[in-house]
Structure formats: structure tokens, C-alpha cells
């Protein structure tokens, strides 16, 4: 077994990289999928249906990432606070470094972007779907086992939480500007709470 970190990731550097994990609060409905017959889960991408995982912790986790439609799937790789899923750009400073664009929260982002118009899952997927915070992934850390391992021959982590129940984050990697980076060696996935100052975002990886 092993634990994973919590690390700033600069934005400059790392602008929309990093696959989105939405989390469901195990105290809110949960909305059926489409087409499905209730229970707990919630449109994914594609139209596929995400199933909202009760891992014995404060918040569910998705059972894939944004963009997949299976648990082993990379998903997409989305920008910090980039509601439309697209941006590309990583020329977001002046020459004296102030932030100067528009994208990622603007100029000052706020600090914490879970169900506002800048959470991807939430505006994408509606009801009950957003980004983690800092604290419930740091919670996923620090409460559950993780393993790395391979299922359907994609490397990753089974996370399992203290009730047993897991689920699989790919080594999806990341990308800069429009070039993937680290796909098959390392998992990054953001949180919705920014670094202080206004050029990071906290993920997991």
C-alpha cells in the first residue's frame, strides 16, 4: 500500500491538464442516470452513467472520471477552473508574470471554485456532481489504502476506503498546452480550492 500527496500545481505551467474527479455528498439525492432505473448515480460523459461510490468517507466519489464512460478510462484533461472544458492556452501572464488572461478564473480567482460557473463536473453534469475540496482529498489520502496496480491493462490506484468499497484512478498524466505529459506514469486530478496567490490550484497526484 501506498499514499498519494496533495501538491500545488502552478497554472502557468500546468494550465488544463489535469483530469476532473467529481464528488457527490453522501447526504444529497443522488440523480438516476439517464435512461437507468434510479438509484445512485449520475449522467458522465458521453451520456454514460457514473456511479456515485460510498467509500465510508465524508463525501462519494465517482466511479470514473470526467469524460469516461469506465473506471480504467483516462477521461478528459480539463483546465483548472475552465467551465468549458476547451481552453488550450497556457499564455496567460505579461512579461513581469501578473496574470493578465481572462481564462482560468481571470485575474483573481476565488478561492474555492467547487459549484460555481468555473466547476467543469458541476456545470457539465449538474445536480449533485462537482470537484472535490482540498480537505475531502486530502480526507481520500489520509483515510483510504491505496495500491497501484493495472485493470484492464491501464496502470493505476484502487483506492479503498475504511467500509471496503474502491475505486480506480488511471495514470492518466497531463497536458501542456496541447501536448499530453506523464499519461501511463502518474495520476493528476484537480480539487476545486486554489493555492494562495493567484497562479496554483491544489490537486492530487
Same mark, same amino acid.
Given at each position: ?23 457527490? %455528498? ?12 434510479? =438509484? ?20 462519494? !466519489? ?16 480539463? =483546465? ?43 456545470? %457539465? ?20 489504502? !491505496? ?18 468499497? %474502491? ?22 486530478? !484537480? ?5 494562495? =496567490? ?8
Amino acid at each position: 500500500a501506498m499514499k498519494k500527496a496533495l501538491r500545488p500545481i502552478r497554472l502557468l505551467s500546468v494550465l488544463f491538464c489535469l483530469a476532473c474527479l467529481p464528488a457527490c %455528498s453522501g447526504d444529497e439525492p443522488q440523480p438516476s442516470a439517464p435512461g437507468g432505473g434510479g =438509484g445512485e448515480s449520475a449522467g458522465a460523459g458521453g451520456g454514460a452513467a457514473a456511479e456515485a461510490v460510498d467509500l465510508g468517507l465524508s463525501v462519494r !466519489w465517482a466511479a470514473c472520471n470526467m469524460g469516461a464512460s469506465a473506471p480504467h478510462e483516462a477521461g478528459g484533461l480539463y =483546465g483548472w477552473a475552465d467551465p468549458t472544458g476547451q481552453a488550450v492556452t497556457d499564455q496567460v501572464h505579461d512579461e513581469a508574470h501578473n496574470w493578465t488572461s481572462p481564462l482560468y478564473g481571470g485575474a483573481d480567482p476565488m478561492p474555492d471554485i467547487c459549484r460555481t460557473i468555473y466547476d467543469l463536473p458541476h456545470m %457539465s453534469l449538474g445536480g449533485c456532481w462537482r470537484l472535490p475540496s482540498e480537505a475531502e482529498a486530502r480526507e481520500l489520502v489520509e483515510r483510504c489504502v !491505496w495500491r497501484e496496480g493495472t485493470r484492464q491493462g491501464v496502470k493505476g490506484y484502487t483506492v479503498t476506503g475504511p467500509n471496503g468499497r %474502491s475505486i480506480f484512478l488511471p495514470m492518466a498524466g497531463m497536458r501542456v498546452g496541447a501536448e499530453p505529459y506523464d499519461q501511463g506514469r502518474r495520476g493528476y486530478y !484537480w480539487t476545486g480550492t486554489r493555492q494562495p =496567490g493567484a497562479t496554483g490550484a491544489v490537486s492530487l497526484h
